[in-house]
């Protein structure tokens, strides 16, 4: 049966503009990964905060494909003497993979004529293969990286935690010492730790503890927030979409609100408060 699977970096927080791409990178990278490691799943969820970086897959395989596929030896020349008999160039080249001389077949290639062998190569456990996903993780770009500690990893903020999960089992490695477990952590001042059981949780766990993991919705909310103040006062508020963008990558749960510069009049600033 299919399971999910979670990965959360938690981080100090990173600088507003690493974020989209932070975020991006791991999307990608794990697509490509999935498809390097023939393990088949039926969709990738991405989220970024400035506190941290996930990725969910949903309903992924229990195994790898398995595949069959032609390995090329070396050519009939090589592989026979002038006897006729296989040489030891045939016999290696059989053992290391895994058949015998009987699975020879040969075949022309711009006229010159290779022996070959068919062999087939099982999937492995999915759960088995998961921890290399560690790789993934530490290849993400940043903008400018730093040390931490006594750390000899490059990041662009100290790893904090790690979530690391296949269906309720924790998928075990390790990063800056730092190893993978089930549990986050909420809003740093209006949250909590918080224990997960399934990774398709996460995002509405998060959320009961003023975590909103999307950006687009994070950045949507603001916009609602906006024009509410918009009503309410009867002005115009100008948006800055590379503010915004700004905006929604420093906060994890966003509240806009109206400052008046000048007491009893309509002039007026509206700014963000960040409830990190």
């Known amino acids: 049966m299919s399971k999910n699977v979670l990965f959360e970096i938690g981080l100090e927080e990173l600088p507003a503009r690493f974020v989209d791409s932070a975020e991006k990178q791991l999307a990608d990278k794990t697509a490509a990964w999935l498809q390097d490691m023939r393990i088949s799943y039926d ?66 290639i711009k006229g010159t004529t290779y022996i070959f062998v068919q062999k087939k190569i099982e999937g492995k456990s999915t759960f088995d293969l998961l921890p290399d996903f560690k790789n993934i993780i530490e290849s993400i770009q940043f903008g400018k990286n730093m040390r931490w500690a006594t750390e000899t990893i490059r990041y662009a903020r100290p790893i904090r ?57 994070r950045e949507q909310l603001i916009c609602n927030q906006i024009k509410e103040i918009e009503n ?17 990558n420093l906060v994890e749960y966003p509240t806009a609100f109206m400052v008046h510069s000048i007491k009893n009049t309509c002039s007026c600033h509206l700014r963000y408060l960040s409830l990190q």
């Open 43 to 108: 969709s990738i969820s991405s989220y970024s905060t400035p506190r941290r970086l996930a990725v969910i897959i949903s309903d992924i395989a229990e195994k790898q494909a398995t595949v069959e596929e032609e390995a090329k030896g070396p050519a009939i020349k090589i592989a026979k003497d002038d006897s006729g008999n296989w040489t030891k160039a045939a016999i290696g080249f059989t053992k290391g993979q895994g058949k015998t001389l009987e699975d020879i077949y040969t075949k022309e």
């Open 232 to 248: 309410k006062n009867n002005i115009t508020v100008p948006i800055d979409p590379e503010l915004l963008a700004e905006v929604r």
């Open 161 to 217: 935690w790690l979530v690391a999960m296949y269906g309720n089992e924790i998928i075990p490695f390790e990063i800056a010492n730092v190893k993978t477990d089930k549990f986050t952590f909420g809003h740093r001042f209006l949250g909590e730790k918080i224990n997960l059981e399934e990774p398709m949780d996460y995002q509405k766990l998060l959320y009961e503890n003023r975590v909103i993991v999307s950006l687009n919705e």
